[in-house]
């Protein structure tokens, strides 16, 4: 499935975006909306979050609340930056400028005779989208905060730092033990995805393809040597799939091969690379507008900077000393 080759862009020249707002609105129960979209219309039959397009002289917002008071007679009250995403068609080019919605008025109806049905997150992947919205079913269902294994004495004391920090509230947890061969990997691996079940919380491997292959335990993380190598995909779809990227072309190797999420470093100076040049919040904010996935931003973090991170369209913050080394994780929020 991987080679040394290098992936190229399906197209040099795509057609001009399409620029449309999109809103997801959740209920008290954690249930997001999503409609049907009409038979005759591009993509017809699919589920969407609904929206529209942009209309010159428009705000995103503007054209937000104009396009949810149309189709679902509400009229939005507040909503905040979700996640951005240019998607290329075969036959047209869509910028989805997507909003979580967290304050509207009125009951949410197909004011325009579209069905209108909601959702649990963890159940969107059982109706059929558009291939544009994977990134924002993602997004929906990835918390703000991945913890990544750290420095440990013993297999023993690396599961109680694991314990701690999802008692802490971590929901997604990377074991990246570059020290350790396959076998000991292998026997943390096992329990550590029963311990994440139990937590209901997501694990990620960071590992050789191979060897998740073995295992079958949770997600996959890529690093950059991994990503640099992947023709396609390495794993189903159905596998939550990341990536470790470090510059621009890393971010549309991660965008072609079709990946979950990426992580982004280093923002700040950090100890464990302390020769690596930080990318500076203001050049990760122009990577985190390349990727069409959710991001997290590595390298220096701590929660406090979960807001910097999202203010600038990220999907939150990855590190190690804010959770495992501490064995806390303060304040998870899930979108």
């Not at 190229?8 to 209920?27: C, Y």
């Not at 314990?163 to 026997?187: F, I, K, M, N, T």
Request: with cysteine; glycine share 8%.
């Amino acid at each position: 499935m991987c080679a040394s080759m290098r992936i190229t862009a399906a197209s040099k020249n795509p057609p001009k975006l399409i620029h449309v707002a999109v809103g997801v609105l959740e209920d008290a129960r954690g249930q997001v909306l999503i409609a049907r979209r009409p038979e005759h219309v591009h993509q017809g039959g699919l589920w969407e979050f609904p929206g529209g397009k942009v209309s010159a002289g428009e705000t995103v917002e503007q054209a937000l609340r104009r396009e949810l008071q149309e189709e679902l007679a509400i009229a939005v009250q507040s909503a905040e930056p979700l996640i951005r995403i240019p998607h290329h068609y075969a036959d047209k080019s869509v910028l989805l400028d997507v909003y979580k919605v967290t304050a509207f008025s009125g009951q949410p109806t197909g004011n325009e005779g579209q069905p209108v049905q909601w959702v649990h997150p963890m159940e969107l992947d059982q109706y059929p989208f558009p291939a544009a919205n994977r990134a924002i079913l993602a997004a929906l269902k990835l918390p703000d905060q991945m913890l990544i294994t750290g420095s440990f004495a013993s297999l023993d004391d690396a599961l109680r730092n694991a314990e701690r920090a999802l008692q802490s509230g971590v929901r997604l947890l990377q074991l990246r033990c570059p020290e350790l061969g396959e076998h000991d990997y292998a026997a943390l691996a096992r329990p550590l995805a029963a311990l994440c079940q139990h937590y209901q919380a997501a694990l990620v491997c960071n590992t050789s393809i191979a060897q998740w292959q073995q295992l079958q335990l949770g997600g996959l993380h890529l690093n950059g040597r991994q990503l640099s190598r992947c023709s396609e995909r390495p794993v189903p779809d159905s596998v939550l799939l990341g990536a470790s990227c470090h510059d621009a072309h890393s971010v549309e190797q991660a965008n072609i091969l079709g990946v979950d999420y990426l992580t982004l470093s280093p923002v700040e100076p950090t100890a464990s690379h302390p020769n690596a040049a930080p990318l500076g919040w203001p050049r990760f904010a122009e990577l985190v507008e390349l990727a069409r996935v959710p991001v997290y931003a590595l390298g220096g973090m701590r929660p406090a900077h979960i807001a910097q991170a999202r203010s600038v369209g990220a999907q939150g913050i990855a590190g190690i000393r804010f959770g495992w080394e501490a064995g806390l994780a303060t304040s998870v929020n899930r979108r």
